[in-house]
C-alpha cells in the first residue's frame, strides 16, 4: 500500500511555470506507475500525464504534452509534475495516483490507480 501527499500548487500568472511534488510512503515506490490527474471546477476528472515503474516511459494528453513533463526520483519517493507555459484552462485541483506494483502502467484512465492523494490546487490567472 501507498499514500501520496501532494505539494506544490498555487496562484501563477498564464505563462508562468509551477512544480507540483507527490511524495509516496513506502519502501517500493519504484514498482509503482504513477501519475498526474486533474479536475476543474464544474469537469470531470482527467488524465494529465503517466510515468511507468521499470523504464520511466511517459505518456501524456495532448492538452499539456510538450508543456509538462512528468518525472519521478525513486530514491526520494517523489513524483513531480513541471508545469510550464500554465494557460487559464489549466486551472483545476491537481491530484498524483499509483497504479498496481510491477504492471506496466501508462494508462489514462482513472480505474487503473488504485491511490490518491488529497489533491493541490493551482489556479491560473490571465
Known amino acids: 500500500q501507498v499514500q501520496l501527499v501532494e505539494s506544490g500548487g498555487g496562484l501563477v500568472q498564464a505563462g508562468g511555470s509551477l512544480r507540483l511534488s507527490c511524495a509516496a510512503s513506502g519502501r517500493t515506490f519504484s514498482a509503482y506507475p504513477m501519475a498526474w490527474f486533474r479536475q476543474a471546477p464544474g469537469k470531470e476528472r482527467e488524465f494529465v500525464a503517466a510515468?511507468?515503474?521499470?523504464?520511466?516511459?511517459?505518456y501524456y494528453a495532448d492538452s499539456v504534452k510538450g508543456r509538462f513533463p512528468i518525472s519521478r526520483d525513486n530514491a526520494k519517493n517523489t513524483l513531480y509534475l513541471q508545469m510550464n507555459s500554465l494557460k487559464p484552462e489549466d486551472t483545476a485541483v491537481y491530484y498524483c495516483?499509483?497504479?498496481?506494483?510491477?504492471?506496466?502502467?501508462?494508462?489514462?484512465?482513472?480505474?487503473?490507480?488504485?491511490?490518491w492523494g488529497q489533491g493541490t490546487q493551482v489556479s491560473v490567472s490571465s
Open positions: 495516483a499509483a497504479g498496481s506494483p510491477y504492471t506496466g502502467g501508462l494508462g489514462d484512465s482513472q480505474s487503473e490507480y488504485n491511490y
Open positions: 510515468i511507468s515503474w521499470r523504464i520511466a516511459s511517459t
